[in-house]
């Protein structure tokens, strides 16, 4: 155990808790506006990936992640207007199971469209190769992505604290009856809101395939880790599932490090812990 | 607590009972006092914190600071499933029941939770418990639903919710009763229905009343508390209550 | 004409006469499926029809209880009854612990920690490859006879396991009506109805859910150590998600808080699920579709459906509705009244 090693394993951390916490801040969105978990804010993710890896082939890097952003933030109004919007006024449970199906169709599809095999791909020549930061040589592009994913999550941040339309949002998670009666079209609200959370999924998709490659299975596999991030941040807060988020990439990257097989599981118990000492989050409110 | 003589205490007290939600003080160093047997009023304009404040004595929100005394006992924020086993039971202003369940049933599982048998108790039918079943069928019969027994909750009319909601109350064989505007929404003939029932409970239960209907409280209350901005204003029988100035400012002159 | 004493037994016998048919209709493998899955989606049932909860990782104690059972025969050589009752009991403490924590939080949240807590089960089981076998599955599952005292019978044939299967499959489904018919069914269904009148009127609201959750979870189990022994192999997916949102999908097709809609969306969910995936890969897709479209339009699953179709062929509605726990006398009495 050097310490090398143990950096490597940190910037690993960060660069997966910054996908993480991009994942669990659109999930909170989600969450906290429509009150259910979207099952498919998985293969939202997994879908971004795909549509970067063949958009890239024509519009370069750049476009491809834009093109991924677009079609998955596209998917995610539809899925809104179209299916949960009809939802609203049943139990939200039926919402959550429609999302589950969508998640299975999607994924079907994805296979479909994109074949069963999983796919490697390299970094743009730009960003390839490494940094030498004296402890440890890290990868260009993950010190980039992670640069870059954690301005997102700032971004996104700032905008639902700080902008008029991200109170505009806050206002609709508090108390949605009540922001309608204040003439705010809610339902748009609601359908951007989902939008933006579903783009950032597939973005985040979209900018880790050289980092984790594509796999079908890329979807369900995340949307566990993107639920515990949120429920260990607490309902409805952003800076909660920020660093949540950080915290399980940390913790599941040590792990790797340390004991391989128990990577996944300590993010569970994380999880466990969290809920038994801390029922409403690290940053939640009662 | 109680040695087997009937207490001369006040069956319910509270002690400067507060109730902060954020920077919003509902109810403010309330100090009140039932005496047993007796039927006692809080009125208020709306939004004088008495809702709140049942909900402080009975377990649903707990206070800021203050206590709570029933019968002697300090239940201060107990959990609201370890009143009705204590003696006090409340029912909501807004009519709480369980709509898919049919009145029988919803004052059945009301009855049967202070009944509840020991493990292998539940092995049974809950068909089987006729104890059970008499008395849901004689609380129905008392709130005037003998004849909606099988009908769901949620297909009853507005009286016969608010029929319902007293009735579940009642199922808990309480000491103490904490009804919350039972005759809310409620038509005059309804209302004079449920004041009658109400009427009809005092002497086997203590009371403690919400009620916005004037005249329903001055004629039936033995003492009054009024609220205003979460403080107990005033308190008396009905004519010290009537004749009191603050009373009189608080509610603008204006009568319900 | 499914009201009152006779109409339970004309129901009864209606199921009987299922399990008898039903093999007629599918092989004797799917048939058993079908009634080991109807014990789970029973199951489910009990927690989301009538208590209100949504679990999403019930597979946690359908591995669980196929683990268990597999583990038992193959290291320890141990009886049939006893598998099963070891299964069980592992399923249900399985579920008081998972339970314990879940419950701390209600509604999405919920959902979220049981499908959390499905998910580390399954990292678990596929990383444990000495025990489990990881995703190769635990193969080498014998089939031991059923052995009561002198007597003792093999079960190697389909139609016998079948039969042992569906006996198994009853017992489950009287020992799940006695419970829905004991005082803890109405208690339950007031806290679905609504938890915060069911602690104001002295549940504790969070003990009985937990209560709940742990009989669905011994339940389960053991319909987990029926499957163990179906193969002879327990694959790893029998606790992974999809398993669980098998089961979510029997129960919702089925019709919600209703006793016979699990069975009747067990039996369609295996019996679709046999039938499509032999002619396409892609059913996953089909179920998807099916989903959506369930939740979209037919939201009282296959009960609505049926009962919608007897009363347009003028029948009495044959409803049967979760609050119908009233005792004979009441009911009859209803149904006198003008």
């Not at chain 3, 398993?243 to 069975?263: A, C, E, K, T």
Request: with cysteine.
């Amino acid at each position: 155990m050097n310490a090398s090693l143990i950096a490597g394993a940190v910037l690993n951390g960060l660069v997966t808790g910054m996908l993480y916490a991009l994942m669990g801040v659109g999930l909170s969105l989600i969450l906290g506006l429509l009150n259910i978990p979207n099952f498919a804010h998985g293969v939202l993710y997994a879908l971004g990936a795909y549509v970067m890896f063949s958009a890239t082939k024509a519009f370069g890097f750049l476009g491809g992640a834009l093109a991924a952003l677009v079609a998955v933030a596209a998917v995610g109004a539809v899925i809104e207007y179209l299916g949960v919007r009809r939802l609203y006024r049943v139990h939200p449970d039926y919402i959550l199971l429609l999302t589950f199906g969508l998640s299975l169709i999607l994924t079907e599809t994805l296979i479909l469209v994109w074949g069963p095999v999983g796919i490697t791909s390299q970094p743009p020549a730009l960003l390839a190769g490494g940094v030498d930061l004296g402890v440890t040589v890290y990868p260009k592009y993950r010190l980039a992505v992670m640069t870059v994913t954690g301005a997102l999550v700032l971004a996104c941040y700032l905008f639902v604290t700080r902008t008029r339309y991200g109170a505009i949002i806050r206002a609709g998670i508090e108390d949605k009856d009540m922001a309608a009666a204040l003439g705010i079209d809610i339902r748009r609200v609601f359908t951007l809101t989902f939008a933006a959370g579903a783009g950032l999924a597939g973005l985040g998709g979209a900018l880790m395939i050289p980092v984790r490659g594509l796999q079908t299975t890329m979807g369900i596999d995340i949307l566990p880790f993107a639920f515990v991030v949120v429920v260990l941040g607490g309902l409805g807060s952003l800076p909660g599932a920020i660093l949540a988020g950080l915290l399980v990439g940390v913790v599941q990257s040590l792990m790797t490090a340390l004991w391989a097989p128990g990577a996944d599981v300590s993010v569970f118990a994380l999880m466990t812990l969290g809920i038994i000492a801390r029922p409403q989050g690290l940053l939640g409110e009662r | 607590m109680s040695d087997g003589a009937i207490s001369r205490d006040p069956i319910l007290r509270t002690e400067r009972l507060t109730c902060d939600f954020g920077a919003l003080r509902a109810v403010s160093g309330v100090s009140l006092s039932v005496e047993r047997g007796t039927l006692h009023s809080v009125i208020g304009p709306n939004g004088s914190g008495k809702t709140t404040l049942f909900n402080l004595i009975s377990g649903e929100t707990r206070p800021t600071d203050g206590r709570v005394y029933f019968e002697g006992r300090d239940v201060t924020g107990r959990p609201s499933h370890d009143l009705p086993h204590l003696g006090l039971a409340r029912c909501f202003q807004r009519t709480n029941v369980f709509p898919k369940l049919s009145a029988y049933e919803n004052v059945w599982v009301a009855a049967f939770a202070r009944r509840t048998p020991g493990a292998f108790g539940f092995l049974r039918r809950a068909s089987d418990f006729s104890p059970v079943d008499a008395e849901a069928r004689r609380i129905l019969g008392e709130v005037g639903l003998a004849h909606k027994l099988p009908a769901r909750a949620e297909t009853l009319s507005h009286g016969e919710s608010r029929a319902l909601e007293v009735g579940v109350t009642l199922a808990s064989s309480p000491r103490l009763v904490l009804l919350d505007e039972p005759t809310q929404g409620l038509a005059p003939e309804a209302t004079q229905h449920m004041t009658r029932l109400v009427q009809g409970l005092v002497g086997r239960y203590t009371i403690l009343l919400i009620e916005h209907k004037m005249r329903i409280v001055m004629s039936i209350s033995n003492r009054i508390s009024v609220m205003a901005f979460g403080e107990v204003i005033a308190e008396g029988t009905p004519d010290e209550v009537r004749e009191n100035r603050d009373v009189q400012r608080a509610y603008l002159g204006g009568r319900r | 004409m499914f009201h009152g004493p006779r109409g339970a037994l004309l129901r009864l016998a209606l199921l009987i006469a299922a399990i008898v048919l039903l093999p007629l209709f599918v092989r004797p493998v799917v048939a058993s499926e079908i009634w080991i899955f109807a014990i789970a989606a029973m199951a489910l049932n009990l927690i989301f029809g009538y208590t209100g909860m949504l679990s999403f990782g019930q597979a946690t104690f359908f591995g669980l209880g196929a683990y268990t059972a597999g583990l038992m025969m193959i290291r320890w050589h141990a009886p049939l009854l006893a598998v099963l009752a070891g299964g069980t009991l592992v399923g249900a403490l399985g579920a008081a612990a998972v339970g314990y924590v879940c419950i701390q939080r209600v509604g999405t949240y919920f959902i979220m920690l049981t499908f959390g807590f499905n998910q580390m089960f399954y990292f678990i089981a596929y990383k444990w490859t000495a025990v489990t076998g990881g995703d190769d599955g635990l193969p080498g599952i014998p089939r031991p006879p059923l052995s009561v005292g002198p007597l003792s019978i093999p079960l190697e044939s389909s139609t016998r396991y079948y039969v042992f299967v569906a006996t198994t499959f009853l017992l489950a489904f009287y020992a799940m009506k006695r419970i829905v018919d004991s005082p803890l069914g109405v208690i339950f269904q007031s806290i679905r109805e609504n938890p915060v009148r069911a602690a104001a009127i002295g549940y504790d609201v969070k003990r009985f859910k937990w209560i709940a959750f742990t009989i669905a979870g011994a339940f389960t189990g053991c319909a987990g150590v029926l499957y163990s022994m179906m193969f002879g192999i327990v694959p790893l997916e029998s606790i992974s998600w999809i398993v669980s949102g098998d089961i979510v999908f029997m129960v919702l097709i089925g019709g919600i808080g209703n006793l016979y809609g699990p069975l009747l969306g067990a039996a369609a969910f295996k019996w679709l699920s046999e039938a499509i995936s032999v002619v396409w890969e892609r059913w996953p897709l089909i179920l998807g579709v099916a989903l959506v479209l369930v939740v979209l339009f037919l939201r009282g699953g296959l009960v609505e459906a049926f009962t919608r179709l007897r009363d347009a062929f003028g029948g009495p509605g044959a409803r049967r509705e979760p609050g119908e726990t009233l005792p004979q006398r009441v009911r009859a009495e209803s149904e006198a009244t003008p």
